[in-house]
Antibody
Framework: QVQLVESGGDLVKPGGSLRLSCAAS????????MAWMRQAPGKALEWVSFISLTGSTIYYADSVKGRFTISRDNAKASLYLHMESLRAEDTALYYCARPLKPRSSPYYFGLDVWGQGTTVAVS | QSALTQPPSASGSPGQSVSITCTGT?????????VSWYQHHPGKAPKLVIY???QRPSGVPDRFSGSKSGNTASLTVSGLQADDEADYYCNSYAGGNNWVFGPGTKVSVL
């Protein structure tokens, strides 16, 4: 079945780095934009970054621009998020998510497949 | 501070209906028909229940409906069931590379 499985979350000190991974299965990964989303404790959902089919187009939320780098490996059906200069406010459950429609930006039709998330704690 | 405004809570009895509003501006909700709603049970992955203001993804029951008037979008859950108790988030495209979420509404089934 369609599945996204995140990994790589950890406890890290402020200023540290971390790399999150997301393994996709059950669908043609290269047909979909992909997204990283997060939810801080007690806070709302927040988008972090999107990446296009080939990685040629990438968007970041202002809160992570310049510190986070999204990438993908279509051959491995995997999505990554490299996080640097981590801050306490980056503490959150990080989700990998797939848009509803293939070859369409997440902006338009929402995200209909989500992983269970991986926890990043900066302290 | 979220760019969109939602009431912090809403409630209804089983079988009744509950409506949640999501208020933005002409730059987001009012400017585009790209409003989505997510249901989120704590500890589980969020679930897309409405996209493009009023469209339901496959598998979402027609008890969930969406609409928009001006700068305010609404989600209505009819025939409330115990499993509908969750947090609901609205989300809208806001032009350029901007995508905004609401703070969430906790729906309780009394």
């Amino acid at each position: 079945q369609v599945q996204l499985v995140e990994s790589g979350g950890d406890l890290v000190k402020p200023g540290g780095s971390l790399r999150l991974s997301c393994a996709a299965s059950g669908f043609t990964f290269s047909d979909y934009y992909m997204a990283w989303m997060r939810q801080a404790p007690g806070k709302a959902l927040e988008w972090v970054s999107f990446i296009s089919l080939t990685g040629s187009t990438i968007y970041y939320a202002d809160s992570v621009k310049g510190r986070f780098t999204i990438s993908r490996d279509n051959a491995k059906a995997s999505l990554y998020l490299h996080m640097e200069s981590l801050r306490a406010e980056d503490t959150a459950l990080y989700y990998c998510a797939r848009p509803l429609k293939p070859r369409s930006s997440p902006y338009y039709f929402g995200l209909d497949v989500w992983g269970q998330g991986t926890t990043v704690a900066v302290s | 501070q979220s760019a969109l405004t939602q009431p912090p809570s809403a409630s209804g009895s089983p079988g009744q209906s509950v409506s949640i509003t999501c208020t933005g501006t002409s730059s987001d909700v009012g400017g585009y028909n790209f409003v989505s709603w997510y249901q989120h049970h704590p500890g589980k992955a969020p679930k897309l229940v409405i996209y493009e203001v009023s469209q339901r993804p496959s598998g979402v029951p027609d008890r969930f409906s969406g609409s928009k008037s001006g700068n305010t979008a609404s989600l209505t859950v009819s025939g409330l069931q115990a499993d509908d108790e969750a947090d609901y988030y609205c989300n809208s495209y806001a032009g350029g590379n901007n995508w905004v979420f609401g703070p969430g509404t906790k729906v309780s089934v009394l």
